[in-house]
């Protein structure tokens, strides 16, 4: 849910702190032994000031350079000892060179320093104008200082939940080029404001030189004219992006706004990278899944019943289930991966008059998908798991000590699984791996460690990429040699065929037990009770496919490469998963234009983008990484080994020894890369296109 904002005050109280989000990551100032040139050219750092009153719009733009890994420092207005803002801070020389220390300023409003006669923000205003750098404001109020009317000169005030805007000729012609113009503003509850803001006219008579451009804006209610919520106000030689909506970081107009609010901020300039990533993996191929129990409210086979339930017939995908992916596929224009089981596959095989129409189907359209390793039988591969007690234990033996899975069971589970993969041409990288329920890995409360036998059976079968349950540990981190892939878990249930199904198990998890619920919503902290069960009927279809299809476009929009993932029962019988990616995908296509498309990476990649992520972030964290910019030159450099993410303007070029290359592959309009230096130590220069 959207969290409750309020209107922005104007002005806040001066207070005093500096909090800085990363270290300067430019190198000291030189020894002045010249006086500055009075033409020559600045030099510019490639860092962002955010001046902030702790507002969540301000975190908002924080969070979003932080995920795309730019450089800033943070001066955090109600703490107190922080640094005043004037011209030393702001600016220096280096080797006799002019140099501003920020390329963009992102203030919480206008002014935020309490005056209009306040000498930070004459000091802000002076660097502006002189260096030519771009000011963004949060959240701010509509009035003349910002180039527009008030809100009750024609304008509005209020809340602006499900408000339809859309990005105007001159925002897609200019820094939202990516969007294709529609930003629908959320409501994900009507019981609770999300967003508050001002639609506002510019002034119809600005002061002599200034303009104001909107780049976002929608209808004023009740009348035909429309008000700016995003534009550009010029004037003084300065350029301000004027925001006047609250937001946070999770709300989906922000996230759809967001890289164009850093575009305009950097003018298509900064360090690290973006994309919009969305990966589906679908495990279980070939094995059959264990159902939910509607009477019993457990499911047989997977040692949560009571003793005496009668198990329940498992979910298994059939021949035509198999041909609809592919033709979904086609159709979508979209990839799965496909984690499989070969030998709970074959068990089935020959359990069944030794045929199987949908394997084969499977099999013949191999080719259409990326195949991942799910281990030959899918064991559990943790500890030797007790299942005479429920929930299970961790089996001890006569000294007390854990017993584990052995380390050639592993091996062997993973080794025979990829082996028959090879054999039928499967598209596989032997470095992928998907254990049984992420198996292997620690699983709290009854296995607080990874099994110790895990680590070497992976090193001995290749494998470097692990997957992991993002919702037991986000973060990437060492599996002996090979690093973790988190993988969120979507609530498509694996042991569900039918709608019916889902939302029974949705409403055992969900509702209160004074609702005939389990009333774990009510005990767990990270959970929380709908206000009554769904009709088993429609509940799916109106409520839980909108649930779902929000909660995975908000990571493919925020940069997230982590993919999501299901199970091959959710592709048979009522092929629940369907409505969900079909309507991620069409929202998505809706929002984008054809320059931004969404990212669909194979396991391997996604594991090795989250380790350049965290190295490139240890780089800044650690005050490391030197860039700035003179004229139309980058200079880039980074600790040996890591690569610097960088995105450019379109026509950039790479220095190399014997000439230039392209720089960057293109995405939303810029291009970008993980770039490294052409030799240890060595700087990496870039070249920018005489327009930018």
């Not at 509850?189 to 803001?197: A, F, K, N």
């Not at 706004?257 to 191929?285: C, E």
Request: glycine share 8%; hydrophobic share 35%.
């Amino acid at each position: 849910m959207g969290s409750k904002v309020r209107p922005a005050r104007v002005l806040t109280a001066l207070a005093a702190a500096l909090v800085t989000a990363l270290p300067l990551a430019v190198s000291a100032p030189a020894a002045q032994a010249a006086p500055a040139a009075a033409d020559a050219v600045p030099r510019i750092d490639l860092r962002i000031l955010v001046v902030s009153d702790g507002g969540e719009s301000t975190d908002a733009i924080v969070a979003e350079l932080r995920s795309q890994g730019i450089p800033y420092t943070t001066v955090d207005l109600t703490a107190a000892g922080r640094p005043l803002i004037n011209e030393a801070f702001l600016s220096d020389t280096v080797d006799g060179r002019p140099r501003a220390k920020f390329q963009g300023v992102v203030l919480p409003n206008d002014n935020p320093f309490g005056t209009a006669a306040s000498t930070e923000l004459a000091a802000l205003k002076a660097y502006e104008t002189t260096y030519k750098i771009p000011q963004v404001d949060a959240y701010t109020y509509a009035r003349p200082d910002v180039g527009l009317r008030t809100p009750d000169d024609g304008g509005y005030a209020g809340v602006l939940d499900g408000f339809a805007t859309r990005t105007t000729d001159a925002g897609k012609a200019g820094p939202f080029g990516y969007l294709k113009g529609a930003v629908p503003f959320e409501d994900a509850d009507p019981q609770v404001s999300e967003s508050y803001g001002y639609v506002a006219q510019p002034l119809a008579a600005p002061p002599a030189g200034a303009t104001f451009t909107p780049y976002l804006d929608a209808a004023v209610p009740g009348t035909s004219a429309r008000g700016s919520l995003v534009g550009e106000y010029a004037r003084d030689g300065r350029r301000e992006l004027v925001i006047t909506f609250a937001q946070n970081r999770y709300q989906q107009q922000f996230r759809l706004l967001a890289r164009g609010i850093v575009d305009w901020l950097t003018q298509g300039v900064h360090l690290g990278q973006s994309r919009n990533y969305f990966s589906v993996q679908v495990d279980d191929i070939f094995a059959p899944d264990a159902r939910w129990d509607v009477q019993n409210n457990c499911t047989p086979g997977d040692f949560d019943c009571p003793s005496g339930v009668p198990d329940t017939t498992p979910i298994r995908m059939t021949e035509a289930d198999a041909a609809y992916a592919a033709e979904w596929q086609r159709v979508s224009g979209y990839q799965l991966d496909m984690v499989y089981n070969a030998g709970s596959g074959e068990e089935w095989k020959s359990e069944h008059g030794g045929t199987d129409a949908m394997a084969d189907r499977l099999l013949a359209d191999k080719d259409d998908y990326r195949w991942v390793n799910h281990t030959w039988t899918h064991p559990f591969l943790g500890c030797v798991q007790d299942t005479s007690v429920v929930p299970w234990r961790c089996s001890k033996d006569l000294f007390g000590s854990t017993r584990w899975v052995s380390r050639a069971e592993i091996a062997g589970e993973i080794e025979k699984n990829h082996a028959w993969g090879v054999s039928r041409g499967l598209s596989l990288d032997p470095s992928e791996l998907v254990t049984g329920e992420h198996s292997g890995l620690k699983s709290l409360p009854q296995q607080p460690q990874d099994n110790p036998n895990l680590a070497p059976a992976l090193a001995a079968t290749g494998v470097k990429w692990l997957a992991s349950d993002n919702s037991r540990e986000s973060a990437q981190r060492p599996a002996g040699a090979a690093l973790t892939v988190p993988r969120y878990p979507m609530n498509v249930y694996y042991n569900v065929g039918k709608a019916a199904e889902e939302v029974d198990e949705y409403n055992w998890i969900y509702t209160s037990k004074a609702d005939g619920g389990s009333g774990i919503c009510e005990t767990d902290p990270n959970s929380t009770c709908m206000s009554g069960p769904l009709p088993t009927s429609t509940g799916y279809a109106s409520y839980i496919v909108p649930q779902e299809v929000r909660t995975a476009l908000g990571h493919a929009l925020a940069n997230d490469p982590r993919p999501h993932y299901i199970h091959q029962s959710n592709l048979a019988e009522d092929r629940i998963a369907y409505p969900v990616l079909d309507k991620v995908l069409a929202d998505y296509r809706g929002f984008f234009a054809d320059s931004t498309p969404v990212v669909n990476q194979r396991h391997r990649d996604i594991g090795r983008e989250l380790q350049q992520r965290a190295a490139w972030q240890r780089a800044l964290d650690a005050g490391s990484v030197t860039a700035y910019r003179i004229g139309d030159t980058v200079t880039i450099t980074s600790p040996d080994g890591v690569a610097a993410a960088a995105t450019m303007p379109d026509g950039t070029r790479t220095q190399l020894p014997n000439g230039t290359a392209e720089f960057g592959t293109s995405y939303a309009g810029r291009v970008s890369e993980w770039a490294t230096a052409q030799s240890p130590g060595a700087a990496i220069t870039l070249q920018l296109p005489t327009t930018a």
